[in-house]
């Protein structure tokens, strides 16, 4: 498999998973005080989307790499 090939499978597979989850979420730990020897500890859940227009981009994309990368040069 050249290069070409594999960039387009993982596009392809980058662009179906945005599909089917729609974005993902983390929880970020931050300080928000410290007094001494007490501190304050504060869990922020940050939630990104991903845009289905960005994701069929990524599929679109992915797929016209792997048509190329069958052509012989």
């Known amino acids: 498999m050249n290069a070409a090939k594999i960039t387009g499978i993982i596009l392809i597979v980058i662009g ?3 599909l089917f989850t729609g974005g993902f979420s983390f ?7 410290k007094i001494g020897p007490i501190e304050l500890k504060v ?8 845009p289905q227009w960005l994701s069929l981009g990524a599929l679109a994309l992915g797929g ?8 012989k040069p």
Do not use: H
């Open 16 to 18: 179906l998973a945005g």
């Open 27 to 33: 929880t970020k730990n931050t300080t928000a005080a």
């Open 43 to 50: 869990q922020e859940k940050e939630s990104i989307n991903i």
């Open 64 to 71: 016209l790499v792997l048509v190329i990368g069958f052509r």
